[in-house]
């Protein structure tokens, strides 16, 4: 999976070089003065080896079927949304100051974007409830990680991608019809 790979890359150039880091994490004060690459390229960047362990299997254990679901080029489109929309969102309701890094607000967007177009889709191709139940008890587990350690998540990243996800996933999933 392309996204696993440049999630790894990325994480490689942080530990060869710290600058890559700073460049591209993001940083509200350098979006509000217009280093708005910093939107995007945070999402590929990682605390630390377990940080991007923990997305990566997420990534690899759920990717495969929202891509299937939405087809590649949708897939990867609410993959970076998300990840832009995530830090938008940290940027206009967190703090001026505040800096983050990870891939979760893409991760929640995928999350979301598999239950709006399995949702849209519910009648030409069925939800199983394990589907369901698998799927949400992920993102609720998540959310309660997330409150439980509040300080060390951006939550408003997380949600903003979410919500993203949602939205984009329902601008352009494939509507499919019920064939009898």
Do not use: K
């Amino acid at each position: 999976m392309g996204l696993v790979a440049t999630n790894v890359a990325a994480y490689g150039m942080q530990m060869i070089s710290p600058q890559f880091t700073r460049f591209c994490m993001r940083v509200g004060s350098a979006v509000a003065d217009g280093e708005y690459w910093r939107l995007l390229t945070a999402a590929f960047l990682h605390g630390n080896i377990l940080h991007c362990g923990i997305n990566m299997l997420a990534l690899y254990s759920v990717g495969p079927a929202v891509e299937g679901t939405l087809g590649g080029n949708r897939f990867l489109a609410v993959y970076l949304g998300s990840a832009v929309g995530g830090n938008v969102l940290s940027c206009m309701l967190g703090s001026g100051f505040s800096s983050s890094m990870g891939s979760s607000g893409a991760l929640y967007g995928i999350f979301a974007g598999y239950l709006v177009s399995r949702f849209i889709n519910r009648r030409a191709v069925p939800i199983s409830q394990a589907e369901m139940i698998s799927i949400g008890t992920t993102v609720a587990i998540n959310f309660a990680l997330m409150t439980a350690f509040s300080g060390a998540f951006d939550q408003w990243a997380h949600l903003g991608g979410f919500l993203t996800g949602a939205a984009l996933t329902a601008l352009i999933t494939p509507r499919y019809r019920r064939r009898w």
